[in-house]
C-alpha cells in the first residue's frame, strides 16, 4: 500500500521495514537537515521518495489519501498530524508502554522515575496525541547504568522487530485494538532540571549528563551558556573553587566540581547562541 512516514532519525530503522512488506513510501515528513534527521534525509535521498520539513498541514494529507495513500505511519514525530477522515490506516509508534508515558520526552522520565513502563507502543492515530487505541507492545528492559544513549540505541533495534510482527498480520492487530485507559502524562522536562550545577556532587553531575546523552546538558562556562554531550570525570579534591577551569587545550576542557573534576571533549561541547 501507499505510505507516507513522519520521522526522525530515533525510529528511522523502521523506513526499511515498511519497503520490505512491499508498501510503497510516497513521501516523508520530517525536521531541518541535521544530526537528528540526517539518517532519514539520506534514506529519501537514495531512495529519491519527496522529503517535507515544514509542519503537516490539512490539505496536504487530504491530497495524499485522495491520490491513493492509505497508511500514515509516524514514529516519535513531535507535531501533530491532521488525520484525514478517508484514511484507511493511522498508526504512530511510542517509546513507552502505553497508557503510561504521554509526552513529548519520555526517555528522560523512564530513565529517571518510571523504568517499569520501558518500551515501545504501536497504537492507532487520533486527534489526541498518544492516546488512541493499542495495537502492539513490547516492553524493554533497563540496565543498571543504562543511559539515554543506550536506552535510544535499545529502541531504534527493537522497533523494526515489533513493526515487522504487526505488519505480518496488520487487519488482524488494527481489528483486535484495545482502548487505553486512564494513563499518564508526562510533562516535557524543564531547562532546568537539564543545566549542571557545578557545586553538585560529581556523581549526581555525571549522571545527569548520561541520562540526556545526545540531548546534551547545559552548563555556565566561561560565562557563557554551553551544551555538553558527553562528558567523564573523577572524584579528586582540588584547590579550584566549582566552575573554574582548570585545564583548557585543543582537545579538552577540564572543569572543577564540588567533589571532583569533569572531563569534557572539544567536540561535545558547542556555544549556546540566545
Not at 522529503?51 to 505511519?73: C, Q, S, T, Y
Not at 557545586?199 to 562556562?221: D, M, S, W
Amino acid at each position: 500500500m501507499n505510505v507516507v512516514y513522519f520521522g526522525y532519525n530515533l525510529f528511522s530503522s523502521c523506513l526499511p521495514v515498511l519497503e520490505a512488506h512491499g508498501h510503497n513510501i510516497v513521501c516523508i515528513y520530517t525536521g531541518e537537515d541535521g544530526i537528528d534527521t540526517d539518517q532519514i534525509t539520506s534514506f529519501a535521498t537514495k531512495k529519491a521518495i519527496p522529503l517535507h520539513v515544514n509542519r503537516p498541514i490539512a490539505d496536504h494529507m487530504e491530497d495524499l489519501v485522495a491520490k491513493g495513500v492509505e497508511l500514515f505511519f509516524s514514529a516519535e514525530y513531535p507535531w501533530r498530524i491532521p488525520i484525514p477522515k478517508r484514511l484507511t490506516y493511522g498508526i504512530n509508534l511510542h517509546p513507552t508502554l502505553l497508557p503510561h508515558g504521554r509526552g513529548p520526552t519520555p526517555l528522560i522520565w523512564l530513565l529517571t522515575k518510571y523504568a517499569e513502563y520501558s518500551g515501545i507502543t504501536l497504537h492507532k492515530m487520533t486527534d489526541k496525541m498518544d492516546e488512541g487505541d493499542i495495537l502492539l507492545q513490547q516492553s524493554i528492559g533497563l540496565g543498571q547504568h543504562e543511559t539515554f544513549n543506550t536506552l535510544a540505541a535499545k529502541l531504534y533495534l527493537e522497533a523494526p522487530r515489533l513493526l515487522d510482527r504487526f505488519l505480518a498480520k496488520l487487519d488482524e492487530y488494527y481489528g483486535a485494538s484495545v482502548p487505553q485507559g486512564e494513563g499518564s502524562y508526562w510533562p516535557k522536562v524543564t531547562q532546568q532540571a537539564q543545566t549542571l550545577d557545578w557545586n553538585r556532587p560529581i556523581a549526581e553531575t555525571l549522571r545527569k549528563t548520561q541520562r540526556f546523552g545526545r540531548l546534551g546538558v547545559y552548563a555556565e562556562i566561561m560565562g557563557k551558556r554551553m551544551l555538553i554531550t558527553a562528558a567523564e570525570g573523577s572524584v579528586y579534591e582540588h584547590p579550584p573553587e566549582p566552575g573554574t577551569i582548570a585545564l583548557v587545550d585543543n582537545k579538552q576542557l577540564v572543569i572543577a566540581v564540588a567533589d571532583g573534576i569533569i572531563i569534557i571533549p572539544r567536540e561535545s561541547l558547542s556555544i549556546i547562541i540566545a
